[in-house]
């Protein structure tokens, strides 16, 4: 056993405290899941039509009649609207959005898929850059330093006036909100145990669906989007005020113990074993007491041993892991559009495919909840890959010619697949990384799947062209995944690796329960000198 993991035990294992710290971070999720929702409802849409003909169709760029002195429309038939804008009823129960307020529509169209890229921007560099930061400087600090920067830049992002203001400020709260987000994930699953993990983790799932719940409440008391950019703002300084402590939200023990800090996680696991009932200072015949043991290790220890993720190239496995992980996040955040526009192939409301998409992320996480343990990571990740890629390639190949109901059920299907593969990407990733590369590795896997999420909006960018073609190739890709998931190992009731040499001793199992527990020999072997090659 690593001492790393004996001396967890020593500190009552996943006892009450523990277990008290774990359902607390479940908290932050809400305030979490409804600030990454946020950019749906300020980015929607509304009916709208050009002031000199009140009474025109709406959602159109074209009015009826325009002075002479109007210039002539462009090639596309748009003209610029020189009497101002008229908004229907809010597509998304706010009378003020920076959609209407700016009048981002027809020739100014194009600003709104940049800030629903620019958002998304600074989630993909908040994972990167502080999930190195995670590693560097301890998970807590990342966490309250992102809700520091949070809370200001959401009170700032409240009070912006200009557009390209607005478009810096979304990119710096992103990146520290998603720094909250990852810090508060790595943190929690290195406070539970192995049979413990998967009910923790996707309970905090369960609680971010409910922030994005909760927002469509918000908008519709707050009515303009700047005060509801301030109650955002106010949910993180709250977080702030309680989780700020250290006896909410202490550091990762785990982490203190894998780069070689002992000294600091002494208080920590001494907490934790006095409210789980064990002396500290007790030691039997078979096994040291928990002090004995961290005076071992600080005496092995002197000094804090700090990893880069850019050591993965000196590793066997787990690059081949981490590849593999953050390719079927890209799918599954790119595909996502695909099933979503056929399911409401046409303008649609805000609500349906908003709420449909929350239902199906919870239906995903009990999902997990009910299958992962019992049939095991890799298996799950496998079937919802299968699903995710033959509901995309019937839609690709057949939906012109398939029944409505048909297309509808196959668009639900790849879009709770997407979901599922999402979720256990996230958790898989965190498992099979080491601890002391464990936040920037997480960050990629899951910048990976922000940046799969991008190309929807950039292709609004450009009128929707090339959709298709982006359609075939997120279908390739999925059917591609199939045969790299098999490479993966399974992380269930496994103890998290602490160093990098743990992480790659993680071997293949089978899908079989029937076989041998682990392969004898890798798939690939490497050539040794002097001995000739074995076929066994």
């Known amino acids: 056993m690593e001492p790393e993991v004996r001396v967890l035990r020593l500190a009552g294992g996943f006892g009450r405290a523990r277990c008290l710290l774990a359902v607390a971070s479940w908290l932050p999720c809400v305030a979490l899941g409804l600030a990454l929702s946020s950019e749906l409802l300020l980015t929607a849409l509304p009916a ?6 009140p009474a025109r169709a709406r959602s159109t760029c074209l009015p009826l009649s325009y002075p002479e002195s109007v210039p002539r429309a462009g090639s596309d038939g748009a003209r610029p609207c020189s009497r101002g804008w008229y908004y229907a009823q809010p597509a998304a129960d706010l009378l003020r959005s920076p959609v209407t307020q700016r009048n981002l529509v027809c020739e100014d ?4 898929p940049l800030e629903q890229v620019d958002h998304l921007l600074g989630w993909l560099l ?17 966490f309250v330093g992102s809700l520091v920067l949070a809370t200001g830049l959401g009170v700032g992002e ?27 994930y790595v943190a929690r699953l290195e406070l539970c145990d192995p049979p413990n993990r998967l009910a923790f983790s996707m309970g905090a799932g369960l609680f971010s669906v409910v922030g994005t719940l909760l927002l469509p409440s918000l908008a519709l008391l707050a009515q303009d989007w700047q005060l509801l950019q301030g109650l955002s703002a106010l949910a993180t300084g709250l977080l702030l005020l309680f989780w700020g402590f250290p006896a909410v939200f202490p550091e990762s023990p785990c982490w203190l113990l894998a780069t070689g800090q002992p000294a600091r996680a002494r ?82 409301s805000f ?11 919870a239906a995903a996480t009990v999902f997990l909840l009910l299958t992962a343990d019992l049939w095991g990571r890799r298996s ?42 999402s979720a256990l990407s996230s958790l898989f990733s965190a498992e099979v990384f080491p601890t002391v590369i464990r936040g920037a ?7 990976a799947g922000f940046l799969g999420q991008a190309a929807a909006p950039l292709t609004k960018m450009h009128g929707r062209h090339g959709f298709f073609l982006q359609h075939v190739l997120f279908t390739s890709f999925a059917l591609l995944a199939l045969l790299c998931v098999l490479l993966l190992p399974e992380s269930r009731g496994r103890t998290l690796p602490q160093s990098l040499q743990d992480a790659d001793r993680l071997c293949r199992s089978p899908l079989l329960r029937g076989c041998s527990r682990q392969d004898l020999l890798p798939l690939l072997p490497a050539s040794l000198p002097g001995a000739g090659t074995q076929l066994v």
């Open 48 to 53: 709208h039509h050009c002031g000199s003909d």
């Open 109 to 112: 169209g194009w600003k709104v």
């Open 126 to 142: 908040g994972c990167v850059l502080l999930g190195l930061g995670c590693d560097w400087f301890g998970r807590r600090a990342v």
């Open 158 to 184: 409240a009070l912006v006036a200009s557009f390209p203001a607005l478009l810096t400020l979304r990119l710096l709260r992103g990146g520290a909100l998603a720094g909250a987000s990852l810090a508060l």
């Open 267 to 348: 208080t920590i696991l001494w907490h934790f074993a006095k409210a789980s009932g064990v002396d500290p200072e007790d030691s039997t015949e078979e096994e040291s007491s928990l002090a004995m043991e961290l005076d071992v290790l600080c005496a092995g220890h002197p000094q804090p041993r700090h990893h880069s993720v850019l050591e993965l190239r000196h590793t066997h496995v787990t690059w081949k892991n981490a590849l593999i992980l953050g390719f079927s996040s890209l799918i599954s955040g790119g595909i996502r559009a695909s099933f979503l526009h056929s399911l409401v192939p046409s303008e649609p």
């Open 351 to 361: 609500y349906w495919p908003y709420f449909l998409a929350a239902g199906l992320e």
């Open 380 to 421: 799950v990740l496998l079937l919802s890959t299968l699903v995710l890629g033959l509901a995309s390639l019937l839609l690709l190949a057949g939906a012109q010619y398939l029944p409505s109901w048909t297309v509808l059920f196959l668009a639900v299907l790849g879009l709770l697949a997407s979901q599922t593969v």
């Open 441 to 447: 590795g997480l960050g990629l896997v899951l910048a």
